[in-house]
């Protein structure tokens, strides 16, 4: 089993910036590729970016590249999300997830196998 807790969450005004954080513990000792998701309410949850074990590939919505930047640190098990130049559209519960051990750094929910319980992200205008 693996628990991923999110922290960071909050509420920011538009144009400010976030951090949020991914820790991973139990049995992390896999080679996973860790993605970030956000549902906000009424709508479906979407795809925000991922990144590989290594940290060498990453991929993000286009709704966020340019903003948003995953990083990692396998040493502490945990794995990031900056949010920059955050936006009202940007409101939405963000959640951390693993992917299963063959599936590449993605956007299919269906390749990721552990998730965390989210943390809320409010950006007022």
């Known amino acids: 089993q693996v628990q991923l807790v999110e922290s960071g969450g909050g509420l920011v005004q538009a144009g400010g910036s976030l951090r949020l954080s991914c820790s991973a513990s139990g049995r992390t000792s896999g080679l996973n590729a860790m993605g970030w998701f956000r549902q906000a309410p009424g709508r479906e949850r979407e795809f925000v970016a991922a990144?590989?074990?290594?940290?060498?590939?990453?991929y993000y919505a286009d709704s966020v590249r340019g903003r948003f930047t995953i990083s990692r640190d396998n040493a502490k098990n945990t794995v990031y999300l900056q949010m920059n130049s955050l936006k009202p559209e940007d409101t939405a519960a963000y959640y951390c997830?693993?992917?299963?051990?063959?599936?590449?750094?993605?956007?299919?929910?269906?390749?990721?196998?552990?998730w965390g319980q989210g943390t809320q992200v409010t950006v007022s205008s």
């Open positions: 990144i590989s074990w290594s940290g060498s590939v990453t």
């Open positions: 997830a693993r992917a299963t051990p063959s599936a590449p750094p993605g956007a299919n929910p269906d390749e990721y196998d552990y």
